[in-house]
């Protein structure tokens, strides 16, 4: 059983609170968008951390993160790219990957919009945490938490940052 930690689209915004909504998480994991190597210090310092790239980000965060990535956790195989698109409107980019070998997770960000979302064809969670950052046209800055337990997600809790 792990529990998992998961943002997005911080922009480089700090807020202590990701520390204090994850103290219980196993890893954390940012779905891009990081905006500075702060926040990556931080979060990597707290808790085994697996990123990948978003757009904004620089060639420092782009050189210690893929813009893809596959891993297997808790039983389940998870893919991860910030750009990815949701069950029934896919970026082209990772459609491929998607549709040729489905993960059981399929994680994105970038839309600053929450969403989660079961895929029935494919057999796929789909999970977009929102945007943790202050940047962009969010009203409300999001985080996610959810347990991987032999393959099972379960567990599954938005957290609203206030301000």
């Known amino acids: 059983m792990v529990k998992i930690g998961l943002l997005s689209d911080t922009h480089g915004y700090w807020d202590e609170k990701y520390l204090h909504y994850f103290a219980e998480c196993d890893e954390i994991w940012h779905v891009g968008d990081i905006g500075s190597m702060e926040v ?87 999970i977009n945490p929102g945007a943790a950052g202050k940047y962009g046209f969010h009203k409300v800055r999001t985080l996610v938490r959810f347990v991987i337990d032999e393959g099972n997600f379960k567990d599954l809790e938005v957290i609203e940052l206030a301000d």
Not at 95 to 117: C, N, Y
């Open 40 to 126: 990556v210090e931080k979060l990597s310092a707290f808790k085994p951390l697996r990123a990948v790239y978003g757009n904004i980000d620089g060639q420092d965060i782009r050189r210690l993160y893929p813009q893809t990535l596959r891993f297997k956790v808790g039983g389940a195989e998870v893919l991860m790219k910030h750009i990815g698109g949701y069950p029934g409107k896919y970026d082209p980019s990772i459609a491929g990957s998607i549709f040729t070998r489905p993960p059981k997770l399929f994680i994105s960000g970038h839309s600053h919009i929450l969403k989660v979302k079961y895929d029935k064809t494919l057999d796929m969670l789909h």
